[in-house]
C-alpha cells in the first residue's frame, strides 16, 4: 500500500513569493496534519483537517492557509514567503478509529527560502 | 499548552541498552508516542503509552508516569541502524469531533557506535 505521498521533495523560493504544497494521505485516511519542522527540532503543528474542515491550527502566522479536498488529499500554501519559513514540512494522515491512532507522516518537502 | 523536554545527544555501544528520557507539562493529556526519525526521513510511529506501566514491542519498550509527567524509551540489543532521532510527543486532550493534535519535544539524537 502507498504511504503518504508529498510533492514535491525539494523546493527554493525568493523571500516573498508564495508556495503550494501537496499531500495524498493513505488510502481510507479522513485526517491529514501539517506540520513544520526546522533543523534540529521536533515537527510543530500547523494544521489538522478531518472531513475537509479545518480541526486545529497552531500558532502560524495568517500567512499560513491549508485546505482538504473531496478526496481528502490535502494543499498547504504560505504567502509573503520569509527566511524563517525554511523548513521541512511534514504531511501526516490518521484513521482516527481509535485513540491510539497514530500519524503516518510523509517524507516531507524540503522547501529554502533565500 | 505543553511542554516536553528530552535530553539532545546520547551515545551509546552496539549491543547495549539506552533508555531515552522525556518529561512533559501539558493542560490536557490523551497519551504519549515515541517516534524514530533518521536523518533526512520521516517520522516512524515507535509506541504509544495512555495507561501508567510498561509497553514492551520487541527491542524497543516504552513506559508511562502520568502523574510524574514522564516517559521513557527503552533501546535493548543495540544495533547501528538503530542511530537516529527519536521524538516524545504528547496528544492534546479531546478538544471537539476529529481533532487530532501532537505536541513534539525537539528529538534527542542517539549516536550507536561500535
Known amino acids: 500500500d502507498a504511504g503518504v505521498t508529498q510533492s514535491p521533495t525539494h523546493l527554493i523560493k525568493t523571500r516573498g513569493q508564495h508556495v503550494t504544497l501537496r499531500c495524498s494521505p493513505i488510502s481510507g485516511h479522513k485526517s491529514v496534519s501539517w506540520y513544520q519542522q526546522v533543523l534540529g527540532q521536533g515537527p510543530q503543528f500547523i494544521f489538522q483537517y478531518y472531513e475537509k474542515e479545518e480541526r486545529g491550527r497552531g500558532n502560524f502566522p495568517d500567512r499560513f492557509s491549508a485546505r482538504q479536498f473531496p478526496n481528502y488529499s490535502s494543499e498547504l500554501n504560505v504567502n509573503a514567503l520569509l527566511l524563517g519559513d525554511s523548513a521541512l514540512y511534514l504531511c501526516?494522515?490518521?484513521?482516527?478509529?481509535?485513540?491510539?491512532?497514530?500519524?503516518?507522516f510523509g517524507n516531507g518537502t524540503r522547501l529554502t527560502v533565500t | 499548552g505543553q511542554n516536553i523536554d528530552q535530553p539532545t545527544e546520547m551515545t551509546a555501544t552496539e549491543g547495549a541498552i539506552v533508555q531515552i528520557n522525556c518529561t512533559y507539562q501539558?493542560?490536557?493529556?490523551?497519551?504519549l508516542f515515541w517516534y524514530q526519525q533518521h536523518a533526512g526521513e520521516a517520522p516512524t510511529f515507535l509506541s504509544y503509552n495512555v495507561l501508567d506501566g510498561l509497553e514492551e514491542k520487541g527491542r524497543f519498550s516504552s513506559f508511562l508516569s502520568r502523574s510524574k509527567g514522564y516517559s521513557y524509551l527503552l533501546l535493548k540489543e543495540l544495533q547501528m541502524k538503530d542511530s537516529a532521532s527519536y521524538l516524545c510527543?504528547?496528544?492534546?486532550?479531546?478538544?471537539?469531533?476529529?481533532?487530532?493534535?501532537?505536541?513534539f519535544g525537539k528529538g534527542t539524537k542517539l549516536s550507536v557506535i561500535p
Open positions: 501539558t493542560s490536557g493529556f490523551n497519551g
Open positions: 510527543a504528547v496528544r492534546d486532550a479531546y478538544s471537539g469531533a476529529g481533532s487530532y493534535q501532537l505536541t
Open positions: 501526516a494522515s490518521s484513521t482516527l478509529d481509535r485513540v491510539n491512532s497514530p500519524l503516518h
